[in-house]
């Protein structure tokens, strides 16, 4: 399943040349051959993924294995080294209305003076453009946003009065008013309470069923087999990708985790049946 | 004293008013500028800036001199200070990005050799003869003396400007500042915007050099935004709080520094920003030192009250001077530390509510709910009344506090 060494090696001196042209398949999110390093030590190794449309897929691996940094290069919120990414058969640039992005919460200052729905309106700054007034009609539409995760009496807060959970909605809301096809999330689920997990799960399985794509970099490997269509695993390089059904197996998430996931731990999640 | 109103009302004479006019622009320039300089955590890149404009002003005036010119343009002088202000900018950008320096280190760096280099360029120029009254000092601390009125018309374009930059950047400069990665992924070019609004920085350093001097500018591009942060939880009125705290500050502190002859312009006027940043920590109704202090002890006082009618229905003895002095205060308990009508009445209530709650984590399994339980808040607001009165069918009919009947 893993490309074998001697590839491996081809991919690293020529990313782009090894490759063939197929990223004009269409699908939401293609990469192909990305590396990503920090200094010189790569943290994501020519990974080939594709992530398909009316789905959830969950990016799974252990801490430091390139989950989110995977999803930036993608986005081009971090240089790629090599590799190309493509937006439904475009390259990101131009593609960029119709991808949502939520990042982690912990990467802002929630003591900036800003309240609940201009974070959400945020996400209209790039249809307004920068001479546009941001009218009746765009706070109309990110109240229906915050509506829709479950925040609506929370507009006029100063979001550093909210708590982890509710933070994580408004993240959600502001990439709902993006109105995109493609769902970027970086640990939706860090940190929040029940009652939120729920409440996001339920809006991005909404999107799932309006046929948009929708892909979280995931940590909780107990709830992969409840949420999510998908499953990409990846440490450093890509393990395997496929269905939950047939690629959410053991065998595949010790090849992904090494000796650091517990035997005991796998035994208690709801594993596809090794084919 | 009337030398002052009389500089306020712009009645202090032409030059007078035309520097206090000239301030107020200033002000409101550096103010709103300064903002998203705060807001972004990079306020000591604007003192490198600041530093760097030195060497800029003494290669000016050696080049205009020797092309056989006074020398002592301000225009010249100004774009010499933005040429080399911009190679500092430049050049702590590239060192926090390209090497394995921080920014702080960058910025000390640059910030000392382009000021030292400017200092040894002001004595060389000390000893040229057109240098003798050349006044470039003055640039250091700011000074009004000998403002002309088109120095003062182009200190107030120049920061009509970049207000008017400020404003058609705002929501992509906010951003950046808020959250860079969702900037960068909804196609917000994060460095090019960081740049833009480091050049406006700078701008506003440039026009402000001749009045505020470039030691202080520094304090006009900081003080105003975090005293408006004080004020407001929007980030749209800090900028505009900020602008409005930067006129004063500069048309105040310039009516003051011309009651004085000697009076350097600079420090004045931020003396008068620290007066009202000084005055927005203390009184400032949210955000502010005393609002915090009247909080805590508004909510330490509701603790101990709890805490004390707790232990009255239990019959507990209360030791804590803070809990007595407050039942008693409210006529909860007598002198002698016997519970009165009220405060018996009270502690039933509250012993009831705990009991209410118990029951309550018995029925509701919704961490939502019962999760709400702080031993402060009332069951009311989180339960409906027919919920509450389930909880009472279920405990039954009202005892006396200390358990006889």
Redesign the interface.
């Known amino acids: 399943m893993a490309p074998g060494a001697a590839q491996v090696a081809v991919a690293a001196q020529d990313g782009r040349a090894t490759r063939p042209a197929d990223t004009s398949t269409g699908a939401p999110l293609a990469v192909r051959g990305v590396t990503v390093s920090y200094g010189e030590k790569p943290a994501v190794f020519s990974v080939d993924a594709t992530f398909p449309a009316g789905a959830m897929t969950a990016i799974i691996g252990p801490n430091g294995a390139g989950k989110s940094t995977l999803l930036k290069a993608a986005l081009g919120v971090i240089p790629r080294l090599s590799g190309d990414v493509t937006v439904f058969g475009e390259p990101v640039e131009t593609a960029r209305a119709r991808i949502a992005y939520v990042p982690q919460r912990a990467s802002v200052d929630w003591d900036f003076p800003t309240t609940v729905i201009d974070v959400v309106l945020m996400g209209l700054y790039r249809q307004v453009g920068l001479l546009g007034r941001l009218a009746g009609t765009h706070r109309a539409k990110a109240q229906a946003c915050l509506d829709r995760v479950g925040m609506s009496d929370f507009a006029d807060r100063q979001i550093g009065q909210l708590s982890g959970g509710q933070q994580q909605r408004v993240f959600l809301a502001r990439a709902l008013a993006q109105e995109a096809d493609l769902y970027l999330l970086d640990e939706p689920f860090a940190g929040v309470d029940a009652a939120t997990e729920r409440a996001i799960i339920d809006v991005l399985k909404s999107l799932k069923s309006e046929g948009k794509a929708v892909v979280c970099v995931h940590h909780d490997l107990a709830t992969v087999a409840r949420y999510f269509d998908h499953v990409f695993l990846i440490n450093v390089r890509k393990i395997a990708e496929g269905s939950v059904a047939t690629t959410f197996t053991g065998a595949n998430l010790n090849a992904t985790y090494g000796g650091r996931l517990a035997a005991t731990h796998i035994d208690q999640l709801a594993l596809a049946e090794p084919v | 004293m009337t030398a002052f109103f009389n500089a306020l009302a712009l009645n202090a004479g032409y030059n007078a008013a035309l520097v206090g006019i000239g301030a107020a622009m200033l002000g409101i320039a550096a103010g709103a500028a300064g903002t998203f300089l705060f807001?972004r955590?990079r306020a000591l890149v604007s003192d490198a800036v600041a530093h760097a404009t030195l060497p800029g002003v003494g290669l000016a005036f050696i080049l205009m001199v020797s092309l056989g010119g006074d020398g002592r343009s301000l225009i010249g002088l100004l774009l010499g200070s933005a040429v080399t202000a911009g190679i500092g900018l430049v050049l702590v950008e590239w060192m926090a990005r390209r090497t394995r320096l921080s920014e702080d280190a960058a910025i000390g760096a640059v910030l000392s050799v382009f000021f030292g280099f400017g200092i040894v360029l002001l004595t060389v120029i000390q000893t040229m003869n057109a240098g003798r009254q050349a006044g470039l000092e003055s640039f250091l601390l700011g000074s009004t003396a000998g403002m002309l009125f088109q120095d003062a018309v182009v200190i107030a374009l120049g920061g009509a400007l970049a207000v008017f930059a400020t404003w058609?950047?705002r929501?992509?400069m906010?951003?950046v500042?808020?959250?860079p990665?969702?900037a960068?992924?909804?196609?917000?070019n994060v460095r090019r915007i960081d740049l833009a609004m480091m050049a406006l920085v700078m701008a506003v350093t440039v026009i402000g050099l001749k009045l505020v001097g470039l030691i202080l500018i520094v304090a006009m591009l900081i003080i105003p935004p975090v005293t408006a942060?004080f004020w407001?939880?929007?980030?749209t009125?800090?900028i505009w709080y900020a602008g409005l705290i930067g006129a004063v500050s500069g048309y105040v502190g310039a009516a003051l520094s011309a009651t004085a002859p000697a009076m350097p312009t600079g420090p004045i006027i931020v003396l008068v920003a620290a007066g009202l940043f000084l005055l927005s920590l203390f009184v400032a109704p949210a955000r502010g030192v005393t609002a915090a202090v009247i909080r805590h002890r508004r909510f330490q006082r509701r603790v101990h009250r709890r805490q004390g009618l707790l232990a009255l229905s239990r019959s507990e003895p209360i030791h804590d001077d803070f809990t007595l002095r407050t039942l008693r205060g409210e006529g909860l308990i007598r002198p002698d530390g016997v519970a009165t009508e009220t405060g018996r009445a009270l502690a039933a209530k509250t012993a009831r509510d705990e009991h209410r709650w118990d029951i309550a984590r018995e029925i509701h399994q919704d961490?939502?709910l019962t999760g709400r339980y702080d031993g402060l808040t009332p069951i009311e607001q989180v339960f409906a009344p027919d919920e509450i009165a389930e909880f009472d069918r279920r405990i039954g009919g009202p005892r006396p506090v200390d358990g006889a009947v």
């Open positions: 807001l955590k058609l950047l929501r992509p906010t951003l500042a808020f959250d990665e969702y960068a992924a909804v196609g917000y942060r407001t939880e929007s980030s009125h800090v961490a939502g």
